[in-house]
Every structure is written in structure tokens, then in C-alpha cells.
């Protein structure tokens, strides 16, 4: 049977019809409520999270929230929900030692206590080769799933926790690419409250010396001016990260769009945790912008691909 023009712009017409229910209803998707999980370290530990997805599918950032020393992921809840209601996908953790996250299996069976005032310089290091990768692993399965983009990983860490992100970050970008699988490099910004050089013999300084650090990474510092010693650490980093980039802008327009390193000073002696997350401090205007312009508006250039190994592992 043939149609006449009538007839087959009348059909168009109806299948056009239903199919805009379906795509306005995707837009207006729920964000997904908070969910309370676990992952597990390969060391034993259980690090318990609290994860708020997102409801942009492959175009959600993910962020790692992190809490300061002998802080929770209770006091991030807050900060969190509101990140997430700009359409990214936040995970905050209890680093092992803090909130729910006091005990480690041995691999006799044993359970034992995660005393803080017992952790020593040589054990800070499984917060970054422990904890953070068993988060990292549940992006990975988020992502490989569609719900969030990995390539565009970003970490919000204060006080002792900035040690944490930046060690991490470089050890993301260490990992080699192995027979086309990439296994790292998808850290691309860092978000540093009040950042603390040195706690109880955990540094950064070595990382600072990486190329991750001097080159593919952007970094916002966040700091307040009335705690001079922190602010006083935050102008050395950004010194020592700055000059080894020598980013020279033509003009205004073209500082907006390549500028990858921000420092913003806060009129107040509010200082780690409580800077990131009091509200008249404001971190969270500043954090938006910061993704927005250096992740959100160039999503072009960090494509969504599913990362599952050809192995299954």
C-alpha cells in the first residue's frame, strides 16, 4: 500500500508523538538516593561508604570526598548531597581508622582493632594503595555500567587527606597501559582544603616532583587566610606547582578556558574539615565552578569508554 504525503507526515507526526514522553522522561530521571555500602581492601579492610549517584549516566563526574584526620564521611554528608544535585556522582569513604571503618581481618581469621594513635609514617601508605583503590574499584564497575565517567575522576581531600589525593593521584598516573587496557591516568583534578605537606611523617613532597603533578593535573587550593601556617603552606605548593608549568595566556578569554590551577584564599581562620564543609565558607560554589570549567564544559575531550578487562577481572 502506498502512502500519499498527508498520510506519511501524519505518521511521523504520531511516532514523534511517543517517542518525546521517553526522552523528557529521561531527562527528569530521580536523582538515586544515598546508598551506605562497603569495599573491601585487599589488606582486609572493610571501608564502609556512603555513595550518592548520579543520574547523568556516562556524563556524571565522579568525586572522591574525602574526610580529615580523625574525621567520618557523616560530616561530608551535607557538602555531598549538594555536589550531587549539580549532577555528579560523590563517594565518601571512612578511611580506615576513622568512622565505621576500625577493623581488619588478618588472614589467620583474626579481627583486630585500627587504633589512629597506633598508626605510624609506614602505614599511611595503605590509605593510598589500599583504601583508595578499593573505591576506585567500585567507580570502575559504576563506570564500566554506564552510570558515571571514570576518565574524569576528581578528589576532594582536606588537611591530612590532601596527602592521601595527591599520592594517589600520582600513583594513578603511574600505572602503565598494558596491550591496550588502560589501567590508570583517570584522575584529572584535585581539589586541596587547607593542604598539609607533612602529617606525622606522610608527605607529598616527592609526588610534587612527578609529571602528573607539574602537568596533567588541575588543581584547585582552597585555604583561609587567617591560619597562617596553612596558608602559608598553600602558597608554597602552589609556587612549587606553578613554575614548572609557566602557562603563558594570550588574553583573558584564553586564561578562562586553559587556566588549570587555582588558588582561593578565604577571609576566615576556618582551616581543613571544617573550612570544606562549614557553609559560610562557601567551598561548594567554588568546587562547581572548578569542575564545571575544567571537566563538565570539556567533556569532549574525555570520552566514556568501558574499561572491563577482556579477562573479566
Not at 507526515?9 to 511516532?15: Q, S
Not at 585500627?114 to 593510598?128: G, M, Q
Request: net charge positive; hydrophobic share 40%.
Amino acid at each position: 500500500m502506498k502512502l500519499n504525503t498527508l498520510s506519511y507526515a501524519l505518521i511521523l507526526f504520531v511516532v514523534a508523538g511517543c517517542l518525546v514522553p521517553s526522552v523528557q522522561a529521561q531527562e527528569s530521571k530521580e536523582i538515586p538516593k544515598p546508598e551506605v555500602m562497603s569495599v573491601e581492601t585487599k589488606d582486609g579492610v572493610s571501608i564502609k561508604c556512603t555513595y550518592f549517584g548520579s543520574n547523568k549516566g556516562k556524563n556524571a563526574v565522579p568525586i572522591i570526598l574525602l574526610h580529615g584526620w580523625e574525621g567520618k564521611r557523616a560530616n561530608m554528608v551535607g557538602l555531598a548531597k549538594k555536589i550531587q544535585e549539580s549532577g555528579h556522582a560523590v563517594i565518601i569513604p571512612d578511611l580506615r581508622g576513622h568512622g565505621d571503618s576500625k577493623s581488619v581481618t588478618l588472614p589467620n581469621g583474626q579481627v583486630k582493632e585500627i587504633k589512629l594513635d597506633r598508626i605510624r609514617a609506614a602505614n599511611f601508605a595503605t590509605y593510598v594503595t589500599q583504601d583508595m583503590e578499593a573505591v576506585k574499584r567500585f567507580l570502575m564497575t559504576e563506570n564500566n555500567a554506564g552510570k558515571l565517567n571514570i576518565e574524569m575522576l576528581t578528589i576532594i581531600g582536606c588537611d591530612f587527606s590532601t596527602i592521601v589525593a595527591v599520592n594517589w593521584a600520582v600513583q594513578d598516573w603511574s600505572w602503565p597501559v598494558l596491550s591496550g587496557l588502560k589501567q590508570g591516568q583517570d584522575v584529572k583534578a584535585l581539589v586541596l582544603v587547607s593542604p598539609d605537606p607533612s602529617f606525622k611523617g606522610f608527605s607529598y613532597a616527592k609526588a610534587l616532583q612527578t609529571p602528573a603533578m607539574s602537568s596533567f593535573l588541575s588543581i584547585m587550593v582552597i585555604v583561609g587566610r587567617g591560619e597562617a601556617r596553612t596558608y602559608s603552606d598553600a602558597k608554597k605548593l602552589e609556587l612549587m606547582v606553578t613554575k614548572k608549568r609557566m602557562t603563558k595566556f594570550e588574553d583573558a578569554a584564553e586564561s578562562r578556558d586553559k587556566k588549570d590551577f587555582f588558588r582561593i584564599d578565604k577571609p576566615t581562620s576556618l582551616n581543613g574539615e571544617r573550612l570544606l564543609i562549614e557553609p559560610q565558607a562557601d567551598c561548594l560554589k567554588d568546587i562547581l565552578y572548578f569542575v564545571n570549567a575544567r571537566l563538565v564544559s570539556k567533556q569532549g575531550d574525555f570520552s566514556w569508554k568501558n574499561r572491563a578487562s577482556p579477562l573479566g577481572k
